[in-house]
């Protein structure tokens, strides 16, 4: 398949999947979550034995593209909003359940969304400088789809301080909070994931992927029942005032004019 917002490229058994919108920090349009979701329904039919996830440029992914995002929503009805929703929520859940192991190599930022690519993963890997937070709130949105896999990995507790505050966190403490299993030097982090994806390429494919789709498979009742009610949460606030009073004054870099 050819691809126009993402990279896919092999090297030996690792395959790398870069997102290759440098000019918007990477920033998650529809094209790009349906290229993404592709590459790696491509990934699990594919020889290879482990899949690398990046970005291009200075960032990893800044979340969606708002810009994108505010131009189609005087378009878009309730349905469109839905559809939208259940397009994140299958490229979230694509990227847990692939049954190959995925690492992602984190050099910059990952907000929101692109948090939510970054952590999802098996192994994330950052930078001591990379960035990481849940800001949807900030924006008048819901961080829904992603709050349902942070809450399986850090907790009720933990999940709701991220959340609610949509604070920025750094890789030190993204790795205290276990969202990141290593910080590595920027000069050190191709090669770091390059070890790791040959320790792991080393292993049994049969294992590994029966390891994975067991994993998978202890935690499946819960989260399909959570992304549920995360894509109807997504939606609807989609439709919400403080949702485009929060976009406009994101993109106009003023403070929201909240009306409650």
């Not at 039919?45 to 189609?72: H, P, Y």
């Not at 990952?110 to 800001?135: E, N, Q, R, S, W």
């Amino acid at each position: 398949m050819a691809y126009v917002t993402i990279l896919v490229a092999d090297d030996g058994a690792t395959r790398t999947i870069t997102l290759n919108r440098p000019e918007r920090r990477n920033a998650m349009t529809p094209e790009m979550q349906t290229e993404l979701i592709a590459a790696m329904e491509e990934a699990a039919a594919s020889m290879c034995r482990v899949v690398v996830l990046r970005g291009a440029g200075d960032a990893f992914c800044s979340g969606l593209d708002l810009t994108a995002l505010l131009q189609g929503m005087n378009d878009q009805s309730a349905v469109d909003h839905r559809k939208d929703a259940k397009r994140i929520a299958k490229l979230f859940k694509t990227l847990h359940d692939l049954p190959k192991p995925t690492i992602a190599a984190v050099h910059g930022a990952a907000i929101a969304g692109g948090t939510g690519l970054a952590t999802i993963c098996d192994f994330t890997l950052a930078v001591p400088a990379a960035k990481f937070g849940y800001t949807e709130t900030r924006i008048g949105f819901v961080p829904a789809l992603v709050s349902a896999f942070l809450t399986l990995q850090i907790g009720d507790k933990r999940a709701r301080d991220l959340l609610l505050t949509g604070r920025l966190i750094d890789a030190a403490e993204a790795y205290r909070l276990g969202l990141v299993n290593e910080v590595v030097a920027p000069e050190s982090l191709q090669e770091r994931v390059k070890a790791l994806a040959l320790l792991l390429s080393a292993n049994s494919p049969e294992s590994l992927g029966a390891t994975k789709r067991l994993l998978t498979a202890q935690n499946k009742a819960w989260l399909d029942a959570a992304i549920v009610q995360a894509m109807q949460a997504n939606a609807r606030a989609r439709k919400t005032n403080d949702f485009r009073e929060g976009i406009a004054a994101f993109l106009e870099k003023r403070k929201p004019r909240w009306t409650k």
